[in-house]
Protein backbone atom coordinates (compact mmCIF):
# COMPACT_ATOMS: atom_id res chain seq x y z
CA UNK A 1 0.00 0.00 0.00
CA UNK A 2 0.71 3.51 -0.76
CA UNK A 3 2.08 5.58 2.22
CA UNK A 4 4.80 5.81 5.11
CA UNK A 5 4.64 3.06 7.31
CA UNK A 6 7.28 2.64 10.98
CA UNK A 7 8.29 -0.45 12.29
CA UNK A 8 7.97 -2.05 15.06
CA UNK A 9 4.71 0.41 16.63
CA UNK A 10 5.57 -0.70 20.00
CA UNK A 11 9.29 -2.04 21.29
CA UNK A 12 9.77 -2.52 24.91
CA UNK A 13 13.85 -3.02 25.82
CA UNK A 14 16.13 -2.87 28.17
CA UNK A 15 19.09 -0.23 29.07
CA UNK A 16 22.63 -0.96 26.63
CA UNK A 17 20.55 -2.50 23.62
CA UNK A 18 20.56 -1.69 20.11
CA UNK A 19 17.08 -0.49 18.55
CA UNK A 20 16.63 -0.02 14.92
CA UNK A 21 13.44 1.73 14.37
CA UNK A 22 12.39 1.45 10.44
CA UNK A 23 10.61 3.56 8.31
CA UNK A 24 9.87 2.91 4.86
CA UNK A 25 8.02 5.54 2.24
CA UNK A 26 6.19 4.54 -1.43
CA UNK A 27 6.16 7.57 -2.76
CA UNK A 28 9.94 8.05 -3.32
CA UNK A 29 10.14 11.76 -1.93
CA UNK A 30 13.45 13.42 -1.18
CA UNK A 31 13.13 14.37 2.60
CA UNK A 32 12.87 11.95 5.46
CA UNK A 33 12.56 12.86 8.94
CA UNK A 34 12.96 11.49 12.56
CA UNK A 35 11.28 12.83 15.27
CA UNK A 36 10.56 12.20 19.06
CA UNK A 37 7.85 13.24 21.52
CA UNK A 38 7.98 13.51 25.34
CA UNK A 39 4.85 14.82 27.20
CA UNK A 40 6.10 18.86 27.59
CA UNK A 41 8.76 19.14 24.99
CA UNK A 42 6.50 18.33 21.57
CA UNK A 43 7.84 17.62 18.38
CA UNK A 44 11.90 17.26 18.17
CA UNK A 45 13.89 16.54 15.17
CA UNK A 46 16.32 14.10 15.34
CA UNK A 47 18.21 13.75 11.85
CA UNK A 48 16.78 14.55 8.67
CA UNK A 49 17.88 13.38 4.96
CA UNK A 50 17.51 14.93 1.99
CA UNK A 51 18.57 12.08 -0.35
CA UNK A 52 20.26 9.25 -0.51
CA UNK A 53 23.29 9.15 1.23
CA UNK A 54 22.55 12.73 2.44
CA UNK A 55 21.69 13.00 6.08
CA UNK A 56 22.17 15.75 9.01
CA UNK A 57 21.59 16.79 12.27
CA UNK A 58 18.29 17.94 14.22
CA UNK A 59 17.67 19.53 17.31
CA UNK A 60 18.26 16.33 19.46
CA UNK A 61 20.68 13.55 17.79
CA UNK A 62 23.01 12.57 20.40
CA UNK A 63 22.32 8.73 20.84
CA UNK A 64 21.38 8.04 17.50
CA UNK A 65 22.45 6.76 14.35
CA UNK A 66 20.91 6.83 11.34
CA UNK A 67 21.55 5.51 7.43
CA UNK A 68 19.85 6.21 3.96
CA UNK A 69 21.36 3.67 1.64
CA UNK A 70 17.68 3.75 -0.34
CA UNK A 71 15.27 6.52 -1.58
CA UNK A 72 12.77 4.42 0.42
CA UNK A 73 14.12 4.03 3.85
CA UNK A 74 15.18 5.50 6.51
CA UNK A 75 16.10 3.39 9.84
CA UNK A 76 17.04 5.05 13.08
CA UNK A 77 19.12 2.84 15.25
CA UNK A 78 19.82 3.41 19.26
CA UNK A 79 23.25 1.98 19.41
CA UNK A 80 23.03 1.57 23.30
CA UNK A 81 19.42 2.87 24.61
CA UNK A 82 19.16 4.35 27.89
CA UNK A 83 15.99 5.60 29.91
CA UNK A 84 15.81 8.71 28.66
CA UNK A 85 15.08 7.67 25.05
CA UNK A 86 11.89 6.77 26.20
CA UNK A 87 9.68 8.27 23.33
CA UNK A 88 7.20 8.26 20.76
CA UNK A 89 9.07 8.13 17.25
CA UNK A 90 7.68 9.70 14.54
CA UNK A 91 9.49 9.31 10.92
CA UNK A 92 8.07 11.42 8.00
CA UNK A 93 9.03 11.97 4.36
CA UNK A 94 8.15 14.99 2.00
CA UNK A 95 9.21 16.18 -1.76
CA UNK A 96 12.01 18.93 -1.62
CA UNK A 97 11.10 22.32 -1.50
CA UNK A 98 9.49 24.95 0.88
CA UNK A 99 6.02 23.75 -0.33
CA UNK A 100 6.80 20.27 0.23
CA UNK A 101 3.91 18.85 2.81
CA UNK A 102 5.30 16.27 5.50
CA UNK A 103 3.25 13.17 5.69
CA UNK A 104 4.08 11.37 9.32
CA UNK A 105 3.97 7.64 10.30
CA UNK A 106 1.58 6.27 12.81
CA UNK A 107 4.76 6.93 15.46
CA UNK A 108 6.63 3.83 16.93
CA UNK A 109 6.08 3.86 21.13
CA UNK A 110 9.25 2.80 22.41
CA UNK A 111 10.24 2.11 26.26
CA UNK A 112 13.02 1.49 27.53
CA UNK A 113 14.01 -0.39 31.07
CA UNK B 1 15.33 26.97 19.25
CA UNK B 2 11.81 27.34 17.63
CA UNK B 3 11.70 30.03 14.74
CA UNK B 4 7.95 30.50 15.50
CA UNK B 5 6.25 31.48 18.95
CA UNK B 6 2.27 29.75 19.64
CA UNK B 7 0.11 30.28 22.85
CA UNK B 8 0.38 27.10 24.76
CA UNK B 9 -3.39 26.85 24.84
CA UNK B 10 -6.83 28.30 23.28
CA UNK B 11 -10.17 27.23 23.85
CA UNK B 12 -13.08 27.32 21.51
CA UNK B 13 -16.69 26.48 21.21
CA UNK B 14 -17.95 24.47 19.07
CA UNK B 15 -19.55 25.88 15.86
CA UNK B 16 -17.87 28.94 16.24
CA UNK B 17 -14.66 30.31 14.73
CA UNK B 18 -11.19 29.87 16.11
CA UNK B 19 -8.19 32.11 15.07
CA UNK B 20 -4.78 30.56 15.74
CA UNK B 21 -2.06 32.77 16.03
CA UNK B 22 1.71 32.55 15.32
CA UNK B 23 4.47 34.79 15.55
CA UNK B 24 7.48 34.11 12.63
CA UNK B 25 9.63 37.84 13.56
CA UNK B 26 12.57 36.00 11.86
CA UNK B 27 11.31 34.77 9.00
CA UNK B 28 13.01 35.13 5.72
CA UNK B 29 11.57 35.73 2.52
CA UNK B 30 11.88 32.20 1.05
CA UNK B 31 10.46 31.06 4.33
CA UNK B 32 6.61 29.11 3.51
CA UNK B 33 4.19 28.91 6.84
CA UNK B 34 3.33 25.53 7.10
CA UNK B 35 0.36 24.57 9.72
CA UNK B 36 0.12 20.77 11.24
CA UNK B 37 -2.10 19.69 13.63
CA UNK B 38 -1.96 16.26 15.82
CA UNK B 39 -4.96 14.61 16.90
CA UNK B 40 -4.22 12.33 20.04
CA UNK B 41 -2.55 9.68 19.91
CA UNK B 42 -1.68 10.24 16.18
CA UNK B 43 1.07 11.52 13.90
CA UNK B 44 0.54 15.31 12.94
CA UNK B 45 -1.02 15.92 9.65
CA UNK B 46 -0.87 18.69 7.13
CA UNK B 47 -3.57 21.58 7.15
CA UNK B 48 -2.55 24.52 5.08
CA UNK B 49 0.62 26.41 4.02
CA UNK B 50 1.22 29.98 2.39
CA UNK B 51 3.86 32.77 1.03
CA UNK B 52 2.53 35.86 1.29
CA UNK B 53 -1.31 35.48 0.12
CA UNK B 54 -4.12 34.28 2.62
CA UNK B 55 -4.49 30.52 1.35
CA UNK B 56 -8.25 28.81 1.62
CA UNK B 57 -8.59 24.93 1.17
CA UNK B 58 -11.26 22.64 2.82
CA UNK B 59 -9.68 21.96 6.26
CA UNK B 60 -8.84 25.84 6.97
CA UNK B 61 -8.05 29.56 5.86
CA UNK B 62 -4.26 30.84 6.46
CA UNK B 63 -4.05 34.77 6.84
CA UNK B 64 -0.89 36.04 6.33
CA UNK B 65 0.56 39.59 7.85
CA UNK B 66 1.24 42.11 5.28
CA UNK B 67 5.13 41.84 6.77
CA UNK B 68 4.80 38.31 7.45
CA UNK B 69 6.10 38.25 10.72
CA UNK B 70 3.03 36.83 11.98
CA UNK B 71 -0.04 34.70 10.76
CA UNK B 72 -3.09 33.03 11.97
CA UNK B 73 -5.16 29.80 11.34
CA UNK B 74 -8.82 30.28 11.06
CA UNK B 75 -10.87 27.37 10.99
CA UNK B 76 -14.20 28.92 10.07
CA UNK B 77 -16.26 26.63 12.54
CA UNK B 78 -15.07 24.33 15.02
CA UNK B 79 -16.37 20.85 15.69
CA UNK B 80 -14.95 18.43 18.47
CA UNK B 81 -12.72 16.90 15.87
CA UNK B 82 -10.82 19.93 15.67
CA UNK B 83 -9.09 19.69 19.23
CA UNK B 84 -5.70 18.83 18.50
CA UNK B 85 -2.41 20.41 18.79
CA UNK B 86 -1.51 23.02 16.25
CA UNK B 87 1.59 23.51 15.15
CA UNK B 88 3.13 26.50 13.10
CA UNK B 89 6.51 25.95 10.96
CA UNK B 90 8.99 27.74 8.44
CA UNK B 91 9.82 25.87 5.93
CA UNK B 92 12.58 27.57 3.70
CA UNK B 93 12.91 26.95 -0.09
CA UNK B 94 16.80 26.60 -0.25
CA UNK B 95 19.50 24.94 1.65
CA UNK B 96 17.98 24.41 5.00
CA UNK B 97 14.72 23.25 3.82
CA UNK B 98 15.05 20.17 6.37
CA UNK B 99 16.00 21.55 9.19
CA UNK B 100 12.30 21.93 10.63
CA UNK B 101 11.43 22.95 13.74
CA UNK B 102 7.98 22.16 15.77
CA UNK B 103 8.35 22.94 18.85
CA UNK B 104 5.49 22.48 20.99
CA UNK B 105 2.34 24.16 19.16
CA UNK B 106 -0.65 25.13 20.39
CA UNK B 107 -3.35 22.85 22.28
CA UNK B 108 -7.14 23.63 21.37
CA UNK B 109 -9.62 22.63 22.97
CA UNK B 110 -13.60 22.39 22.05
CA UNK B 111 -16.01 23.24 23.97
CA UNK B 112 -19.73 21.41 23.35
Known amino acids: DAGITQSPRYKITETGRQVTLMCHQTWSHSYMFWYRQDLGHGLRLIYYSAAADITDKGEVPDGYVVSRSKTENFPLTLESATRSQTSVYFCASSEAGGTGELFFGEGSRLTVL | ?112
Not at chain 2, 101 to 110: A, H, M, P, R
Open chain 2, 1 to 112: DAKTTQPNSMESNEEEPVHLPCNHSTISGTDYIHWYRQLPSQGPEYVIHGLTSNVNNRMASLAIAEDRKSSTLILHRATLRDAAVYYCILRAYGGSQGNLIFGKGTKLSVKP
